[in-house]
């Protein structure tokens, strides 16, 4: 049975009927082209035809993209002109089909699904949730390139077009049809007849106007769309870009050059260049570290965390929350929002009246976005059940405290929470820098008990270190896990041990920073090296951001954990003992006035030091605090903090923003040949002391001539 086929409901239209067999989602890769060209060969033969309907034979899923693993796969760029060639060929049959064609979308239509679907001469789609409608291609490192780039501008216009591929970003159906993506979003039960009706709607038009094809309105989006117009979107276009990327992603650019010169000519000569402009993006690192990155992350969604795969978890319905501060208010908003209630504990009230507004406030803030109804934000808000009192625990699966990092204050509240709670009840502490072992003495049942470290903002960030314990069952991280995972986070499973992974990792690399500082280079020059690197923000920028005073406290128990490679941090006792806190006061490394820093003079002048010096380039400072990185990454391996590089890898990307267009820092080091990283790591530290020891790991590898990581599929 082939991927596509043809069926003949009554009425003289016939329906072209995608559903693979073999795979719980459809994608187009070359089996389903094949299948297509046969069922095309059918419905060309047809004389009696009153037009097409494109639909899934998945209920409520349509067409999920392209396969992932062959494009991690293909390493010749001949080959990937082959197979693009031949889905242009086959989608523009599709197009060029006698009679009208109308693609009905219900559920994900990602990428080569919405391609396609763009080779119909309309489209219909079904307003449930669960439809998605984008080309995310730029998010692997490539861009549309089965006919994406070439036909959706000439269908919603050049501005909105730009917009979807260059971000990558999803629509649901009604935001799709407001686009011009669709002609009409209907309920999934109603989508049929939906999608026959538009049948008949284009069917009256004559055969060379019935395709949906974009129609300025108004004299701006005319404008726009003329030369001069076009000419200008362009251009800031790139430099958009180039401003958020640093020019270190290729596809974006290689997209805008594409339809910069496809829209001044052909449809035909606009997919040609699509073919030579997508096979090096696909054989190059950028892509082959994206694809990478995405099975790491579906890995860790997905895969079992311990070795008795029949383990199942239990389930979370209710949970327990002690502490309403910052860190309270995100874990209490993701819950609730994954229909979860919390019965919510703080011993002051104002601090419980601050946390049911940091909840709306993040509600409204996604609602203004999403346009969500506000029986929606009010249903959630009902899952909260403030409270001052120890009662009303009894009842649920799992209890976790998000109270101040301190170990004698956090044991008092397990142990108020262990007596309250079921017998085989999870309890979580959210800690970023205390073991997990040392919390968990004196429990009466320890093997109940995990890590959840937290990245703020919670609403945000995508990681979440589920730490295990020495007495931890595997029940328990079962449960943790799929809690994790149920939360929409992405789960790396870690060992107890100071800083977890992403703290120990960083530390290392933000002390690198202050050291370069106490050898007179600027903080400008030293957090624009980082960016330049491919950092989200530089060192100081992110001290500033966490807050000094965390900084200086989890740097403390890194410093007495590991004092031969991380030292304790004078800068940050001065300026934490002047009373700088970074944006959450207004002053630290930065000057802080909304969401706007500048530099400030005066910390030159407060910690005593003169920063005027200036490095032959900025690599040589990025250098070095990437090689700390790198450094202590690879002994979170050697140590067994993890099981798997990988995990190291999508932890600092997911935790830290780590340049993901280099794959994380154990895939850099092997970029780089893990022979040329000892010796630079050597070298430095017969200049800079013992805190460049290579890792002995490192060492092993190198002269093995070994890797970290293992190609993508």
């Keep these: 049975m082939g991927t596509f086929r043809v069926e003949y409901p009554a009425g003289g239209i016939a329906h072209l009927v995608i559903e693979d067999p073999d795979r719980k989602v459809n994608v187009i890769d070359e089996a389903a082209i094949a299948g297509l060209e046969s069922a095309l060969a059918e419905l060309e033969s047809r004389t009696d035809l009153a037009g097409v309907i494109l639909r899934s034979g998945k209920a409520g899923s349509y067409i999920a993209g392209a396969d992932v693993r062959v494009i991690g796969s293909i390493t010749d760029p001949e080959a990937v002109r082959t197979l693009v060639r031949r889905a242009h060929a086959a989608f523009t049959r599709l197009s060029e089909l006698r009679v009208p064609t109308v693609a009905m979308i ?12 763009l080779a119909c001469d309309s489209r219909v789609a079904a307003e449930e949730s669960r439809t998605q409608i984008g080309l995310p291609e730029v998010l692997l490192g490539i861009f549309p390139a089965f006919g994406g780039s070439s036909r959706l501008p000439r269908l919603i216009g050049l501005p909105s077009a730009l917009d979807l591929i260059l971000t990558g970003r999803n629509l649901d159906a009604k935001r799709a049809e407001k686009m011009g993506i669709v002609a009409k979003a209907a309920p999934a039960a109603w989508l049929l007849k939906a999608a026959e009706k538009r049948l008949a709607d284009i069917s009256k038009r004559p055969p060379g106007s019935r395709r949906d094809r974009f129609r300025p309105r108004g004299l701006v989006p005319a404008l726009l769309e003329s030369a001069p117009g076009r000419a200008i979107v362009f251009q800031q276009a790139r430099a958009g870009v180039l401003q958020k990327t640093g020019g270190h992603y290729p596809a974006p650019l290689a997209a805008l050059d594409v339809i910069e010169r496809g829209m001044a000519n052909s449809l035909a000569h606009s997919l040609a260049l699509e073919v030579d402009a997508v096979a090096p993006l696909v054989t190059g ?12 992350q579906e890995d860790a969604k997905r895969a079992d965390v311990v070795a008795d795969a029949t383990i199942e978890p239990a389930a979370v319905r209710h949970m327990a929350l002690a502490g309403a501060g910052v860190m309270g208010g995100g874990i209490a908003e993701l819950a609730s929002r994954n229909g979860i209630s919390v019965r919510w ?28 109804p506000s029986r929606e934000k009010d249903g959630q808000m009902t899952l909260l059940l403030p409270t001052l009192e120890l009662s009303g625990f009894e009842h649920c699966d799992l209890a976790i405290e998000a109270v101040v990092e301190d170990l004698d204050i956090k044991r008092r509240v397990f142990a108020e929470l262990e007596v309250r709670v079921r017998p085989d009840a999870i309890l979580a502490t959210n800690t970023s820098s205390l073991s997990v072992n040392a919390l968990a003495e004196g429990l009466q049942h320890p093997g109940r008990f995990v890590g959840f470290h937290f990245f703020n903002p919670v609403h945000k960030m995508p990681l979440l270190e589920v730490v295990r314990g020495e007495k931890t069952t595997d029940a328990a991280l079962v449960t943790a896990v799929a809690l994790a995972r149920k939360l929409g986070k992405t789960p790396v499973v870690v060992k107890d041990s100071p800083g977890f992974v992403v703290n120990r990792v960083l530390m290392p690399y933000l002390r690198e920073a202050m050291h370069l500082l106490e050898e007179g280079f600027t903080v400008a020059d030293i957090d624009h090296a980082m960016k330049k690197f491919g950092m989200p923000m530089g060192p100081f920028e992110v001290v ?3 807050g000094l005073d965390v900084a200086l406290k989890v740097a403390g128990v890194l410093s007495a954990a590991f004092p031969g490679r991380m030292a304790p941090a004078p800068l940050l006792e001065k300026l934490v003992a002047s009373g700088r806190l970074g944006r959450k006061n207004g002053r630290g490394f930065y000057r802080h006035q909304g969401k706007r820093r500048s530099p400030d003079p005066e910390v030159s002048t407060l910690l005593g030091i003169t920063a005027t010096r200036k490095p032959a380039s900025l690599d040589q400072l990025s250098e070095r605090m990437g090689l700390a990185i790198v450094n202590e990454a690879a002994r979170c391996v050697e140590e067994g903090i993890v099981s798997d590089p990988g995990h190291v890898d999508l932890a600092m990307i997911f935790g830290t923003g780590f340049s993901p267009f280099r794959g994380g820092p154990l895939r850099w080091a092997d970029s780089l040949g893990l022979a040329h990283v000892a010796a630079r790591l050597t070298a430095l530290k017969a200049e800079k002391g013992v805190r460049f020891e290579p890792c002995a790991l490192l060492v092993r590898k190198a002269e093995a001539g070994e890797t970290f990581t293992q190609p993508v599929c």
């Excluded at 690192?285 to 790491?296: E, H, S, T």
């Excluded at 419980?352 to 976005?369: A, H, Y």
């Design 345 to 372: 504990r703080d011993v002051r009230p104002e601090a419980l009246q601050k946390g049911l507004q940091t909840v709306r406030s993040i509600l409204d803030e996604r609602g203004r976005r999403r346009r969500t």
């Design 285 to 296: 690192a950028v892509c082959k570290n994206l694809v990478r990155i995405f099975f790491l």
């Design 106 to 117: 219900d559920g994900v239509c990602l990428g080569g699904g919405l391609e396609i679907s």
């Design 544 to 546: 500033d951001e966490v």
